[in-house]
């Protein structure tokens, strides 16, 4: 059942991004407003008290070698896992720079993901408009469609491959606070990175600071 749900996850925006074509909503920077203040809220309310076994000078080496990580990922992937691709390409080729950018990002979204938390929803509540946006652009770009539908497949099938990896091997299993630290570290940097940008001139409006309280509450109460 969780393979499925993050799968469809990424469907699910592909889908809306199919029949809304080109026309990316205006609405979308408040979708990404939720998506980051759900997921930090669960970052924080879910994962961090699991990390906290582990003295805290090792939590916050391995939380900050997450943030670093994420940025190194950004630097090849221009900020799409955060909703924004910043990405000009003059051939249309398979952009296999951008997927393994987001395939080690994804891959490690799997591996906190069990029974004890409920981290679940807020990757599922991020991976939607991260997947609109994706799609979005393999559109807008010109890609052929067995090229978008190949990336997007693949790029599903990630956190589920992370997850599945996180339970199946052992010395993975070994060091599951340790990566799970790191992964904290990747969501606290997406997380406010999305708050941030999803303002126009990245200033705050009633309507934005309103979804972004809201976003905090449900995930909280979750």
């Given at each position: 059942m969780?393979?499925?749900?993050?799968?469809?996850?990424?469907?699910?925006?592909?889908?809306?991004?199919?029949?809304?074509?080109?026309?990316?909503?205006?609405?979308?920077?408040?979708?990404?407003?939720?998506?980051?203040?759900?997921?930090?809220?669960?970052?924080?309310?879910?994962?961090?008290p699991e990390v906290f076994e582990m003295p805290t000078q090792r939590i916050g080496g391995f939380i900050m070698g997450g943030i670093l990580l994420q940025i190194v990922l950004e630097f090849f992937s221009k900020g799409a896992e955060h909703g924004h691709v910043h990405i000009h390409l003059t051939n249309k080729t398979f952009p296999w720079l951008l997927f393994t950018s987001l395939a080690i990002h994804a891959i490690l979204e799997g591996f906190p993901i069990s029974e004890k938390n409920d981290i679940l929803?807020?990757?599922?509540?991020?991976?939607?408009?991260?997947?609109?946006?994706l799609s979005f652009f393999f559109i807008n770009a010109g890609y052929?469609?067995?090229?978008?539908?190949?990336?997007?497949?693949?790029?599903?099938?990630?956190?589920?491959?992370?997850?599945f990896l996180s339970t199946a091997v052992e010395v993975l299993q070994q060091y599951h606070t340790e990566i799970t630290a790191v992964v904290i570290g990747i969501f606290l940097h997406v997380s406010t990175t999305i708050l941030y940008e999803s303002s126009k001139d990245h200033k705050f409006n009633m309507a934005k600071l309103l979804i972004i309280i809201l976003g905090f509450g449900i995930a909280y109460f979750i």
């Amino acid at each position: 059942m969780i393979y499925l749900l993050l799968f469809l996850a990424v469907a699910i925006g592909y889908l809306i991004a199919l029949g809304l074509k080109s026309r990316q909503p205006r609405q979308m920077s408040i979708f990404l407003a939720f998506s980051g203040a759900f997921l930090l809220s669960m970052t924080i309310n879910e994962l961090l008290p699991e990390v906290f076994e582990m003295p805290t000078q090792r939590i916050g080496g391995f939380i900050m070698g997450g943030i670093l990580l994420q940025i190194v990922l950004e630097f090849f992937s221009k900020g799409a896992e955060h909703g924004h691709v910043h990405i000009h390409l003059t051939n249309k080729t398979f952009p296999w720079l951008l997927f393994t950018s987001l395939a080690i990002h994804a891959i490690l979204e799997g591996f906190p993901i069990s029974e004890k938390n409920d981290i679940l929803v807020g990757i599922i509540i991020h991976k939607i408009p991260v997947a609109i946006i994706l799609s979005f652009f393999f559109i807008n770009a010109g890609y052929k469609k067995w090229i978008t539908l190949t990336f997007m497949l693949l790029f599903a099938l990630m956190t589920p491959l992370g997850n599945f990896l996180s339970t199946a091997v052992e010395v993975l299993q070994q060091y599951h606070t340790e990566i799970t630290a790191v992964v904290i570290g990747i969501f606290l940097h997406v997380s406010t990175t999305i708050l941030y940008e999803s303002s126009k001139d990245h200033k705050f409006n009633m309507a934005k600071l309103l979804i972004i309280i809201l976003g905090f509450g449900i995930a909280y109460f979750i």
